[in-house]
Each structure stands twice: as structure tokens, then as C-alpha cells.
């Protein structure tokens, strides 16, 4: 064992991730939009939350920094009209650092009331047009590539021409031709889209196909000599359990921008989950801290779950209830020892590559049948108890005779016996 230096932080933990530098890092401040109002509550299962829900979340997001959102879907009715313009109206008044952002397909039944919102209200905004762009989807719908680009223009020229940002995105790109995109690509261009979304809808993609895609897109870009006015971005989603690293994977690649929900919301297995793209750039040192207070980002995550009626599984990273905290003997006793010593910071990171007390959360120790003296002892002394032999047996008999964790009420329970 290497000597470790208890006063250098940095000695504790050998890196493997910062030692292989052949692949690019992000080489620019990474760029996010939540999708949250819109693509996150496609869900079945999601409630479309209350507007002053919305609310708390649109400044939870600024105080995230987030760079955009996207409002909702105007489009869908009078209900999704009149919150979108009740969020923009607050990104104006309380002076929000929000780009707003509306999705639309590409027609002009969607597009208008866009348009028609941001006249009214008197601000700008990104128009994200989408359509579907694979084989397999012109296949079921019937379609031909003429009449997907007559679509395309004749929607991102009406944006255009009202003067607001016009991004379009290819629905299903990454199982889209390349002679395909190609040609969408340059037709949306050169009707003025200024920003390209690559959109895994499916989450059809490996890290090895958002290389490829970007690699593509970026190499159409240079063809039409435009690539430093039109940006790109990623849209993933989780089917195959790709999203949170084909996000990181398309920031790597130099995309401008990727998206997600909260909480990993969306159709079938949801969209990659935008807590935990902030909370890896965070620990991978990639956000600027006058910009991002990450501070606040188990707070975003609880109050999407209450907000949308969705649970936050009891395992899920950083916001679930169990992520720091641990049953198992060897586990706690290594906890303990380091509470014991008071250093905090080690115990934060000795059984996590997560620092619980950076995000306002704890380590904890439970009781149950893998435990040991240690998870006794941790559990007395937090709960008042004076930890004598005794107690630490009563604790443990009753552990080990149980198939699962014990709760505090049982624990107490077993010292009063």
C-alpha cells in the first residue's frame, strides 16, 4: 500500500478516469436545456404539475444554470398555452439567465401559436421544430423524403421570417441515412435554422454511434461552410440505458448543447436525466460554481418527483434514499471509523465516489441482517443510546434474526425487550 497523506485530499484516491487522456475532454463550457415541461411529461404515468410547481422549477433550473428550457409544447391546447406564457412572462419579470424554448413539429399549426405567444408577450423565442427522419419511421407513416423537406422549409421559414431562433431537430436521427440527413440538414440551413438537434429518440445509440453521428454532422457542416454559425445538440433517451453517458459521450464531441429531464423523466424508459449530467460535469470539475449551484440539485429532484407524482427510486444516484446509506458491516464499520476520527470528508468518500455533504445529504448506517458491531454502535449513539455491550447485542440479535433492515421503531423496540 502506497503511503497516503491524511492532510491531502488528493492522495486518497487514485483517479483512473483523469489518466487516459487520448480521448478529447469537453473543451467548452457545457451547454443544457431542460426538457422537463415537455418531453419529460410525455410520460403515461407523469401529472402534469401545478403552474406554481412549474415555477419553483424554472428558478431551481436558473439556479442550476441551466442554459435553456423548454416551456412546453404550445401547440397541444389552451392549458399548455397558458402555462408556457405564464413561465415566459417569469423568466422576463424575474429577470431569469433562461433561454426559452418551445418544441412544434414542422407545421405551421404548431409553429403559429409560438409565434402569435411570443408577439404578445414581447420575447424571443427558440423554436425547436422536429420531425421524423428514419426509414422506419416514413415507412409506417407513409412519407417521402420530398415531403418531409417541403415541410421543413415551409416551417423553419415561418419562424424565420418572425424573427425568432429556429432549431430543427431530426427526429430519430440515429437511425436515420446519412443521404437522408444530408439533404434535411441543408434544407432546413438553408431556410435558416441556426441550431441542428440530434435526437436519439428510440435510444437506439452506443457512445461508438454519437461519435459517429456528431463526426457526421459536423463534417455536413463544413461542406456548407456554416459550422461556426449553426450550432449542434443532443437529445437522448434511455431505452438501452445509454443516455446519461452518450450525453457525456456528445459534450466529449464537442456538441454545444445536450438535453434532458429531471429525473430522467420521458416516454418508455425516459430521457437522459439532467440531475445526473449536472452532478457528473460538477465532479469532473467542468462547471463553473458562479455558475451552477449544485447546491440546490436534490432539491430539483424531489421537487420533480412531488410535482409529477413519480417516486425517486430508492437507489437512485445522489436523491434516492439509500444511495448514502449502508447496512453492511465492513461498509459501516469503515464510515464509523472515520466519523470517529472526525474526518468527515473521509467518511463522505470512503464507501462513495459521491461527497454527500456537498449536495446537503449525510452517510448513514443501518441495522440489519449483514451488519455488524460497528452499524450497532453508529446506531445507539445517533439515536441516544449509550453503546455498551448489551445494547450493541440486544441491537444485533434482533438484526440478525430479520430478512431485511430493521426500522427505528423496531431497533427501539428491541433495546426496550
Given at each position: ?22 480521448r478529447p475532454a469537453v473543451r467548452k ?18 401529472r402534469d404539475p401545478a403552474i406554481d ?365
Amino acid at each position: 500500500m502506497l503511503p497516503v497523506d491524511r492532510d491531502d485530499p488528493t492522495s486518497r484516491i487514485y483517479d483512473w478516469n483523469e489518466k487516459d487522456r487520448a480521448r478529447p475532454a469537453v473543451r467548452k463550457p457545457p451547454g443544457l436545456l431542460d426538457e422537463t415541461f415537455r418531453d419529460g411529461l410525455q410520460a403515461p404515468a407523469v401529472r402534469d404539475p401545478a403552474i406554481d410547481d412549474k415555477l419553483a422549477l424554472l428558478r431551481l433550473m436558473a439556479r442550476l444554470g441551466v442554459d435553456a428550457v423548454d416551456l412546453g409544447l404550445p401547440g397541444a391546447g389552451a392549458r399548455a398555452r397558458g402555462d408556457v406564457e405564464r413561465l415566459l412572462r417569469a423568466i422576463l419579470e424575474e429577470r431569469l439567465p433562461l433561454v426559452p424554448n418551445c418544441a412544434a413539429r414542422t407545421v405551421l399549426a404548431d409553429v403559429t401559436p409560438i409565434i402569435e405567444l411570443s408577439q404578445r408577450v414581447g420575447a424571443a423565442i427558440e423554436v425547436t421544430m422536429f420531425i421524423g427522419s428514419s426509414p422506419i419511421r416514413s415507412l409506417a407513416e407513409g412519407w417521402d423524403l420530398d415531403a418531409l423537406v417541403r415541410h421543413t422549409r415551409t416551417a423553419v421559414s415561418a419562424v424565420v421570417a418572425a424573427g425568432l431562433p429556429a432549431s430543427f431537430v431530426t427526429e430519430d436521427t440515429t437511425r436515420s441515412h446519412p443521404a437522408a440527413l444530408d439533404t434535411l440538414f441543408r434544407a432546413a440551413i438553408d431556410a435558416g435554422a441556426t441550431r441542428l438537434v440530434l435526437c436519439d429518440t428510440c435510444g437506439h445509440a452506443t457512445p461508438d454511434g454519437v461519435r459517429s453521428l456528431i463526426g457526421f454532422t459536423r463534417g455536413v457542416l463544413r461542406a456548407l461552410d456554416v459550422a461556426d454559425r449553426v450550432a449542434v445538440d443532443w437529445h437522448g433517451h434511455d431505452d438501452r440505458g445509454h443516455a446519461l453517458v452518450n450525453s457525456l459521450v456528445a459534450l466529449e464531441c464537442g456538441v454545444d448543447r445536450v438535453h434532458g429531464c429531471g429525473l430522467g423523466l420521458g416516454e418508455r424508459a425516459g430521457n437522459a436525466p439532467l440531475d445526473l449530467i449536472l452532478l457528473n460535469l460538477h465532479l469532473a470539475g467542468l462547471l463553473d460554481p458562479a455558475r451552477h449551484d449544485v447546491s440546490c440539485l436534490v432539491e430539483y429532484v424531489q421537487r420533480v418527483s412531488a410535482a409529477t407524482g413519480v417516486p425517486i427510486p430508492f437507489d437512485y444516484p445522489l436523491a434516492g434514499r439509500d444511495v448514502f446509506r449502508t447496512a453492511t458491516g465492513v461498509h459501516a464499520a469503515a464510515v464509523a471509523k472515520a466519523e470517529a476520527a472526525g474526518d468527515l470528508d473521509l467518511a463522505d468518500r470512503v464507501y462513495s465516489s459521491v461527497p454527500a455533504r456537498a449536495f446537503g445529504r449525510q452517510q448513514e448506517i443501518a441495522v440489519g441482517h449483514y451488519s455488524g458491531k460497528a452499524n450497532a454502535a453508529w446506531w445507539l449513539r445517533h439515536h441516544g443510546y449509550a453503546a455498551t455491550d448489551d445494547e450493541v447485542a440486544r441491537v444485533l440479535g434482533a438484526a440478525k434474526r430479520a430478512d431485511r433492515v430493521l426500522t427505528d421503531d423496531e431497533l427501539r423496540a428491541a433495546i426496550a425487550e
